[in-house]
C-alpha cells in the first residue's frame, strides 16, 4: 500500500511562525512535525509516499530528501498553483495505483492504521474517513455516520448551530483509487469542501472510522502549544532524548550550570547552554543550540533553535521561533509568540496572544498589547448570526474597523464600488466614514446611503452593480453590528466570511497604485419606494390605518411609502406592548408594526393588540408570497410547522425548507422583496390582503391550518454540545433524520422534534410538532431530558 502526504499549504493560521518557515518543518518536540507521518505511516508498512508540496517546497525537498534516513521512499508532486486539498492528490495519481491513504503534513498521531484498513475493505468502501471525538468541532470537518459507520452528513467547519456531531474528520483517509473518477480534471478542490459532500449527497460508499489512539491536527497557534503538553503527558519524547531526572529529558552535549533549577517534564534539545540559577519550568521545550542566561526563568514555553534569552527574563506559556534575541528583564505570556529572527530590547513586556512577525526590533520598555502592527484583541468569535456583534466602544475601536476594512478590500479587484450605509446613531456614522477612507486606501470605490433602512440597502445594491456593501448599526443594547452584504445584495456566505476572518487573523495587507474616493451623489431610498409602489397593485377607497414605532430616521422611508398607499400612520417612539395595544383600541387601527433599529426585523400586533407568534408570521409570509408574486414554492425556515403544506396546497404551491438565516431565506426567495425580511413590504401586502378579504387580520390568521408547535431553549456549555448532538443523534438511528438545518428527527406517529444548536449562545432550541399542543409538549419535554441527562454522562 502506497500514501500521499499533504504538505503544499501555506500555514497562514501559525503565523508568524511560518512566515518564513513550511509548516511541514515546524517543529514538534524538536522536530518537524512531517517527520512523525512518515513514521506512522513506516511503523504501518507504508513506505512508498508521495508528498504533494507548494509553498517553500525546496526547503521541504532538501530537509526530507528522498526519505532514505527515514527508511521510505519520497516521490514529490510539486503544484505550480495551489489544488484544493483533493486537487493535489489527483496530481499524484500516476503514482497511486492501489489503494492509499492520505494525511496531512501538519498531523500528529498514534491512530491505530492497520484496524482502520481493515474496516475499509470489510465495507468495500471507496473512502474511509478516519474521525476523532473533539469537544469543539468549529475549526474542522463535522461528521455522522449511521449504525454501520457510513456517512450521512458532513460538515465543513460548521458554526454553532450547524454542529451536530462531535466526531471530526482528522484529514487522515483510505482511499480507493476510484476515488479519481469523481474529481473534476481542472482544480482547484478540496476533499471536505468539495469531493466528500457530493458523495454522500450521490450516497457513494463514504464511511467514518473512530480510530483508537492520539490525534492532533497544529494548524492554530493554541493547539500547537497543547501538543506539546500532550506529547509530554503521554511520554512521547523522540528517541535520542535521555532521562537525567524524573521528566527531564535532554540532547546532546547540553551545558547546565549549577543552582539550575529544572522541573519536569521538560525537553531540553542539543548543545544548549542554561547559565546559573536560571529556571525551566514544567511543559518547557528549548531548541538546539539556545542561550538560556543567569536568573532567566522559562515555563509551559516553546522555545526554537538558536534563541538568546538574556537574564531575568520570563516567558509564561510563550513561543518562540528561531534566531531571536531576548533582552534582559523581558516578560513574555501565554500564547505570545515572537517570529524569527526578532530582537526584543531590554524590558519589553509582551502581552496573551500578542504577535511580532519576523525580523522586528522591539524598542527598549516597550508594552506589546496585540500585535508589531498593533492590532488589539479581537471577539472570540467574529461573524455572528446577523454579520458582526460587538461592544460599541469596547471592541468596537478604529483600529479593529482598519482591520477589517484592510481584510474586506483584500477580497474585491482595485476599483470596486463598495457601498457604505448606517444608522443615525453617532458612532455608526463615524465607524461608517472610518470604513470608507481605508477602502479607499486601497484603491477602491465608495458611496453612502442615507436612508438607514437595511431592506432598501440591499435593493440598492442588488440593482446598482455594486460588488458589495457594508451596513452598521448601533442597537439598543449598545452593541455596534457591522452587516456585510454580497454584490446580489444578501448576508455574505460563510466562505467569504472565514475569509475575512483569516485575513483579520493574519493580518493581512494590501498597497493599492492609487487612491479610491467616495462618490458624489449619494444614494437614498427613492428607487426602492418607486420598486416598491410598482410591485403592488394595491388601492382602496377604504381608509386604512396603522401604528407604527421606529427610530427617527426611518420615519421618512415609512411615512413616503405608505403616504404612496393611502395610509394614515399613526407614529409612536415607545415600544411597550400594552402601549401599542392601547393605542391600537384608540386610533382603531387595522394594526400596528414596530421596527428594529434597521427596518429589517418587526414585530406585528393584531386589531386586538395580540402580537403574533412567529408562527403565525411564517404562516402570513406563505400566505402573501404565494398570493402576490410569482413564486409557486415559498421557503420556510426548518422549525416551521408542517401545516404550512396544507396552506400551500390551498394556493397551489409548495414550501421547501431552508435553514434559518438571512443569506438562505433571501436567496431562496427569487423576489426583490421579502415579507419576513422587510417590515414596510409586509405591511403593506398585509393592508393588500385585508382588502381583498374585507376582514381582520386576526380573522385571517385564525383561518390558517391549526398549528401544535412547542419550542424551549435548553442551556448546553460550549464543549458539551458536539457530543450531546451526537448521542442524541446516536439514539436516533432507526429514525428519518433531516439535516437542513440542525437536527430534524421524525417520529413514527407523523409528529418530528427539531434540535436547532444556536450559534451565539451555549443553548440548543426544541421545537417539537405534533397532532395536539399535548403531544407536542412531551416530544419537548423528552429532548429536554435527554439533553440535560447527556451532558451529566
Known sequence: MKAVIMAGGRGTRLRPLTCHVPKPIVPIMNKPVMAYSIEWLKHHGITDIAVTVQYLSDEIIEYFGDGRRFGVRLHYFEETTPLGTAGSVKHAQSFLDDTFVVISA???????????IHFHFSKQALVTVLMHHEATPLSYGG???????????FVEKPKWNEVCSDLVNTGIYICDPAIFNYMPEHPPYDFSQHIFPHLIQQKYPIYGYEADGYWSDIGVIEQYHQTHVDLLNQRLIPSHYKEIAPDVWIGERVNIAQGVKLEGPILIGDDVCIDEHATIGPYTIVGARSVISKHASLKRSIVWDDVYIDVYSELRGAIVANDVYIGKKNEIFDYAVIGAKCKLKNKVKVQHAAKIWPNKTIAEKTKVKGSIVWGEQRPNVLFRQNGISMRAHVDAHPMFITQLASAYSSLHEKGSHILIGFDDHPFSTALGSLFAQ???????????YEGGYLPAFRYIISHKQYRGGVFITVNEHDEVIIDIHDEQGSPIDRTT???IEQRMEHEHHMSAMQMGEAMKQKENDEMYICALRQSISFSSSERWKVVIASSPLLKHIIERTLLLFAIEVVWTKERDDEHIRKLIEQEQAQFAIVFDHSGERFRMFDGQGVALTKEEMISLHVLTSLLFSGTKKVAVPAWAPSALHTLAERLYGDIVYVKDTRRDFLLAHHEPFHFYFDGLYACVQLLHLLAIERCSLRTIVSSIPTIHLSCRDVPCPWDERAAVM?????????????????????HEDGAWTLILPKVDEPTLTIYSQATNAQKAKEYTKYYIKKIRQYQNV
Not at 481605508?438 to 453612502?448: E, K
Open 106 to 116: 501538519d498531523i500528529l498521531t498514534t491512530m491505530h492504521l492497520q484496524q482502520a
Open 438 to 448: 481605508c477602502l479607499h486606501m486601497y484603491g477602491m470605490f465608495t458611496n453612502v
Open 497 to 499: 466570511e472565514r475569509a
Open 726 to 746: 451526537r448521542k442524541l443523534l446516536e439514539e436516533s438511528y432507526d429514525k428519518h433524520i433531516d439535516f437542513t438545518d440542525g437536527v430534524k428527527v421524525y
Open 143 to 153: 461528521i455522522v455516520t449511521d449504525r454501520n459507520g457510513k456517512v450521512i452528513h
